[in-house]
């Protein structure tokens, strides 16, 4: 009895733990320590495409704040829209910036919360970066 009550709990803790490994639901600000200050006004597009240190950045940060619902490895199991697919232009990038700022809703039901209070936009582009650094096979 007593070994299944410590497997039950065991299992318990580790399904948890996987739960949270790819962020706790808090929205939650990502550090940019290391990548170019981008001043107050909002670029249009995205200034560090290419920029290693950044795709390492935008991966934390995109773990934390995205792949909940945008998936894993940026792979979406469709609960929302698979960011590999935008392109790699002005056309994306401000797209991309508007929604993650402003968030979207839908019939009054908030699809993906703003995060525009909550991520720097050093840590909006860095998240961009990593995104476009994931192959879309």
């Known amino acids: 009895m007593f070994r299944a009550i410590i497997l039950g709990g065991t299992l318990a803790l580790g399904a948890a733990g996987s739960a949270l ?3 706790d639901g808090a929205p939650a600000p990502i550090a940019t320590d ?3 200050s981008l001043g107050e006004d909002f670029k249009t597009q995205n200034p560090y495409r290419g920029n290693d240190l950044a795709v390492r950045i ?3 940060g995109y773990n934390q704040n995205c792949a909940r ?3 894993l490895d940026v792979k979406s199991g469709g609960m929302a829209p698979d960011l590999r697919e935008l392109t790699s232009d002005e ?3 401000s797209w991309f910036a508007a929604r993650v700022t402003g968030g979207a809703t839908k019939d009054g039901r908030v699809r993906m919360p703003p995060f525009g209070e909550i991520l720097s936009q050093e840590a909006i582009w860095a998240i961009r970066t990593y995104v476009e650094s994931r192959p879309k096979d």
Do not use: I, K
């Open 58 to 60: 935008g991966e934390g």
């Open 34 to 36: 290391g990548l170019p």
């Open 69 to 71: 619902c945008h998936g």
């Open 21 to 23: 490994a790819h962020g």
């Open 91 to 93: 056309t994306g990038d």
